[in-house]
C-alpha cells in the first residue's frame, strides 16, 4: 500500500500512524487490496471551500473531502487486473483517490469536540478512506456501518477522544 501525504510538518511518526490507520481500515472494510495508493493532502479553508464548490456545489469550508477514482460500493471485491487503466505505471498500485483535509477545519473541530488535533485528523482520514471505497452516511444505516468502522479502526490504536 502506498500513502502519499503532502504535508511535511508532520512528524514520521504521526505518518507511520496514518498509513497503519489506512492500512486496517482496509483489512477491516473486507476491501482488502494490498497494491493501493491514495494520496492525502493537506490545504487552507479558502482551497477547500473552493473545492467543495466546484465539486459539491456547496459554498462553505469543510473539514474533508475525498474524490475516489473508483465507483465502489462497500464492501465491493475487485480484481485489479479489470482496473488497468487506474493502475499507476511507475508502482504499479491501484489509484483509489485522493482525501483532501482542511488543517483549519480539523483544528477548529478538535477543540470544539474536545480532543486533540492529531485524534481529528486520524478520524478524518479514515473517514476520508471509507469513502474513496464508497462508504456513505447519507443514509441511516449506511452511517452506522461508517461509523461503527471508524470507530473499530481508531479503537485498535486506542485513539479516543482523549489521544
Known sequence: MKV?????ALSKNFKRLLLKLVKTANKYSKFNQRKIQIDISFVDKQEIKKLNKEYRNIDKETDV?????LNLKPMQQIN???Y???IDPETKHLMLGDIIICEAV?????EEYGH????EVCYLTVHGFLHLLGYDHMEEDDKKIMRAL?????KKYKITRDF
Open 4 to 8: 502519499e501525504i503532502n504535508d511535511y
Open 65 to 69: 473531502l475525498s474524490f475516489p477514482t
Open 80 to 82: 485489479i487486473k479489470d
Open 84 to 86: 488497468k487503466d487506474d
Open 106 to 110: 480539523a483544528k477548529e473541530h478538535a
Open 116 to 119: 486533540s488535533f492529531e485524534r
Open 150 to 154: 471508524e470507530e473499530a479502526v481508531l
